[in-house]
Each structure stands twice: as structure tokens, then as C-alpha cells.
């Protein structure tokens, strides 16, 4: 692991520094897992239909009190996931707009006033030091997302997983 790497990593550790997730794992828990560690708001909403092409596949749009993030509505859960990361790296290594945001605000979905954006990141691009850092922590906070402690879900998804892990592995589940 190169320093690069290693100074990503611990800034990712150390932002997920007490964040306990829902199992089963979902980006929408985790989310509000991380929001809630960070007293600020994480709104995930989808671009609509008929984005641009060349548009971004994902936004990380910072207001003053509260953080957006947009991704493409046709993908796969997982490259959902993946674009939904990468903007969160954005946040956790409080990357500030970059010459790029003037063409991304005059890109931005009807619902987005420009006048309260704060910053905006737009994932089409990987030839910066910042989109490349955030692409590299994304799969770092992938990683990292495994080994955090797990909270015990209250919804009845998460109730009948549990019993069935149990009645699975009585062994393994106890306590």
C-alpha cells in the first residue's frame, strides 16, 4: 500500500469511527448510519429521466446544512452503490468545487437552486487528483463498510435475517 493509499484509508477509518450498519447492508442505512455521526443530513435522490449524454453519472451537491447526493436512475444496485461511495469519499475528504462546478451547476437536475449550492462534485471525469482520491476512497470505504459493527435492525426484514442466521449456524449466532 502506497502513502496515498495508507492517508486515504485512515481519513476513511477514522470518519466511520463509531458508525454501527443494519444488516442486511444496505447504502440507504448506511447513509443514515453516517449522517447521524455527522449531525448533517444525507439525501439520496435519482437524476431524472432523460439526463444529458455526458451528463454525470453521480453528484455530490453540499448545501449549508444538509448534503444531496444524485445518481443515475438505470444501473444496477451495485454500480448504485459504487457512484454513491465515491460522492461520500467526496465528503469525507472535504474536497472543495473545482474549476469543473460552473459547467456541473448549469447541468443540474430543475430541482437543484444553484444560488444554495455550496459545492458541487460531478462524477464523469477521473483525471484530477480530487476525482481519483474519491474514486480510491470509494473503494476504500467498500472495504472498510465490511468490518464496521453492525447495530441490530429493528425492521421485520432485519428481524426474520436474524432468525434465520440463527436457526442456520445456532453455533455461530449466539449471544
Known amino acids: 500500500m502506497d502513502e496515498r493509499e495508507a492517508r486515504l484509508r485512515r481519513t476513511c477509518e477514522t470518519a466511520l469511527e463509531g458508525v454501527r450498519l443494519q444488516r442486511p447492508f ?8 453516517l449522517a447521524a455521526k455527522r ?9 431524472p ?3 444529458q449524454l455526458g451528463a454525470p453519472c453521480g453528484l455530490w451537491v453540499a448545501y449549508r446544512h444538509e448534503d ?7 444501473t444496477s444496485q451495485r454500480h448504485r452503490g459504487q457512484v454513491i461511495l465515491h460522492e461520500i469519499a467526496h465528503m469525507l475528504l472535504d474536497h472543495q468545487s473545482d474549476a ?5 451547476l448549469a447541468a443540474l437536475p430543475p430541482e437543484i437552486s444553484p444560488a444554495r449550492v455550496r459545492r458541487v462534485f460531478g462524477r464523469t471525469d477521473y483525471s484530477t487528483e480530487q476525482e481519483h482520491d474519491a ?5 476504500i470505504l467498500d472495504e472498510i463498510i465490511d468490518s464496521l459493527p453492525t447495530a441490530r435492525s429493528t425492521s421485520r426484514e432485519g428481524l426474520v435475517t436474524r432468525i434465520d ?9 449466539r449471544g
Not at 26 to 33: G, L, N, R
Not at 39 to 47: Q, T
Not at 68 to 74: C, L
Open 26 to 33: 444496505t447504502v440507504d442505512s448506511f447513509c443514515e448510519a
Open 39 to 47: 449531525g448533517r443530513p444525507i439525501v439520496l435522490r435519482e437524476m
Open 49 to 51: 429521466d432523460g439526463s
Open 68 to 74: 444531496h447526493i444524485w445518481h443515475v436512475k438505470a
Open 100 to 104: 469543473g462546478s460552473s459547467s456541473l
Open 135 to 139: 474514486e480510491l476512497a470509494g473503494s
Open 165 to 173: 442466521e440463527a436457526m442456520a449456524h445456532p453455533r455461530k449466532y
